[in-house]
């Protein structure tokens, strides 16, 4: 089965990043694009990948890797991650949020954001996550931080709307509350805004723990989420026998496996 859209954001540099990274550094250039694309084509299959550039200084082109119909869109700043951004979204966000309004003007059925450096492996991905979002508008990925991940998520037709709604509600940047955070929240009906205020206090490291603990339990109270039925995006360790994963911040070990995995 193919995706009808999928969306993702672009970044590389050559410069050193100033926030805390994993993986390979081959993951954060373009020498990673080519297995990225044919990761997408062989499990994915999408119809069309919507790109948004966060004012990148050094670009892919993608018409080297993959027949399948792109569109780019290049911010005019860069926004930064979310550790040191600037601006009230991060560049990771601003390539969901523009991503989540093209699938929403483009009247799609399902919108799928895949982060620039994760992989996905398994014929049977796009049934188990359409599957997934038969019971709730979003479907995430899981985290053993008790968060949720979204370097690979889906939204439905009809949670698009609400959850931009409730995402741009939040006055906090990404700085002061975490993507993740803000997902959850926004994820969530009939949640007080304050609790947003809770979120942010998460951030505060002898805080966090009980902090996030009653942040999760409060957004979980009305959850219009549900979690993917695989893994791994960052979660250790991968089980690369498994018929169906995801994963991102690939080591060189990893990346090797996936390669053997997948027969590329």
């Not at 799609?108 to 992989?119: N, R």
Request: glycine share 8%; net charge neutral.
């Amino acid at each position: 089965m193919s995706c009808e859209l999928i969306a993702s954001g672009w970044y590389a540099t050559n410069e050193a990043r100033s926030y805390v990274t994993a993986g390979d550094d081959l993951i954060r250039g373009v020498e990673f694009r080519p297995l990225w694309w044919r990761s997408l084509d062989t499990f994915l299959k999408p119809q069309h990948v919507f790109v948004v550039d966060s004012a990148s200084p050094i670009k892919p082109d993608d018409s080297l890797y993959t027949s399948t119909p792109v569109q780019h869109i290049e911010l005019l700043i860069n926004p930064g991650h979310s550790q040191n951004g600037k601006t009230h979204y991060c560049g990771a966000m601003a390539a969901i949020i523009m991503g989540l309004e093209f699938a929403l003007h483009n009247d799609v059925e399902m919108f799928l954001y895949v982060e620039q450096d994760a992989l996905v492996f398994g014929d049977s991905i796009i049934d188990k996550t359409k599957n997934a979002l038969r019971r709730k508008d979003l479907v995430f990925g899981a985290s053993g931080a008790l968060d949720i991940q979204q370097s690979f998520f889906a939204a439905s037709k009809k949670g698009i709307r609400r959850f931009l709604s409730a995402l741009h509600a939040i006055n906090f940047s990404d700085k002061q509350v975490a993507p993740e955070h803000k997902f959850m929240y926004a994820a969530s009906r009939g949640i007080p805004r304050a609790v947003v205020q809770l979120a942010e206090y998460t951030e505060i490291p002898h805080l966090r723990g009980a902090g996030l603990r009653l942040f999760n339990m409060i957004c979980g109270l009305s959850p219009n989420y549900t979690l993917l039925p695989f893994g791994y995006g960052r979660e250790r360790p991968i089980n690369f026998n498994d018929d169906t994963f995801y994963f991102q911040h690939g080591t060189a070990e990893e990346l090797l496996q996936y390669r053997k995995r997948a027969g590329f």
